[in-house]
């Protein structure tokens, strides 16, 4: 009875909340009625998180800032990172406090030996949530610096066929960017706008560099620019050289692939040995008692 009276305690407490800071937080509608109910669920609700944040205990800092900002900086850019930065950790916030607010209240209807099963629920809700608000903007980062790396190899090698003939970087860069659909060919059709747009060749691709988030095409564009700077004939020769490093290296990061993918082919591939060794067994006990 202890348990049930503070869980209920605990459910009034955070429900108050919640309806405090939705009711305060509809000055923050026109932050999320443009967002996609599909992708954002329960979107009107992150108005109590944008509220949560303006208060001193939920407000988003330190580690938790910093990657969130930086994470939405490469994928949104200097102009709106800041407000998907926020927009995560208000879902995160919003959603938790919902679960958490429903979940003690249903602590009034269960008995006291049921209560540790509706904890581990809630817990694993809050979980969730930290997976799909929290989590979600550096797994969209890495799987496009994987995509990124996967199309490297081959754009490097149109790039250094096309400076190889002749054309000046900032047309082979061109042709080479809208030649092709991918998520690195956007990235570097960005560039293209920036250098239309007044940014110097060197400026556009160190940037397109950074966006990538990839080391190796981070270690490429440094030395692309170095090569630049140097002139066209020791920027060909470097592309020439590098087109066949960066196959040398996909070939090995394939193989390496290849071998995680077999590995993680052991689990699933054990269980079901185990499963078929006990279905013989028993099968074989089976027939024995007759």
């Known amino acids: 009875m202890v348990l049930n009276f503070i869980m209920l305690l605990l459910a009034s407490i955070t429900t108050v909340l919640f309806l405090v800071n939705l009711a305060r937080g509809k000055q923050y509608g026109y932050m999320v009625e443009s967002l996609d109910g599909g992708e954002y669920f329960l979107k009107e609700l992150y108005v109590v998180g944008f509220s949560l944040n303006d208060g001193k205990i939920f407000k988003l800092r330190g580690k938790m800032e910093r990657n969130l900002k930086k994470q939405a900086k490469l994928l949104w850019g200097d102009r709106y990172y800041e407000y998907y930065a926020n927009l995560a950790w208000a879902q995160f916030l919003s ?8 979940g003690f209240s249903l602590s009034g209807f269960l008995k006291t030996e049921q209560l540790p099963i509706l904890l581990i629920l809630v817990l694993l809700f ?9 989590s979600r903007m550096k797994e969209k980062v890495q799987q496009r610096r994987e995509a990124c790396e996967a199309e490297f190899p081959n754009m490097v090698s149109k790039l250094a066929l096309l400076i190889n003939s002749g054309m000046v970087l900032r047309e082979a860069w061109r042709v080479t960017a809208y030649g092709k659909e991918g998520t690195l060919y956007k990235l570097m059709k960005q ?3 920036d250098m239309e747009n007044g ?3 060197v400026g556009a691709i160190y940037k397109f560099g ?3 988030d990839s080391a190796s095409i981070k270690k490429f564009t440094s030395a692309m620019i170095q090569g630049m700077q ?3 004939s020791e920027l060909a ?5 590098q087109t066949s490093e960066l196959w040398a290296h996909k070939r090995q990061m394939a ?3 290849g071998e995680v993918a077999a590995g993680k082919l052991i689990i699933p591939l054990g269980i079901t040995f185990a499963g078929i060794i006990m279905i013989i067994v028993s099968a074989a006990m089976q027939s024995m008692s007759f």
Do not use: I, P, R
């Not at 020769?237 to 050289?241: G, K, L, Q």
């Open 95 to 102: 959603l938790t406090l919902l679960v958490v607010s429903v």
């Open 126 to 134: 809050v979980a969730a949530f930290w997976n799909l608000s929290l």
């Open 191 to 193: 560039a293209c706008e």
């Open 199 to 201: 940014e110097s060749d």
């Open 210 to 212: 950074v966006t990538s």
């Open 230 to 232: 140097k002139g066209n």
């Open 237 to 241: 020769d470097f592309m020439v050289s």
């Open 255 to 257: 193989l390496q692939q």
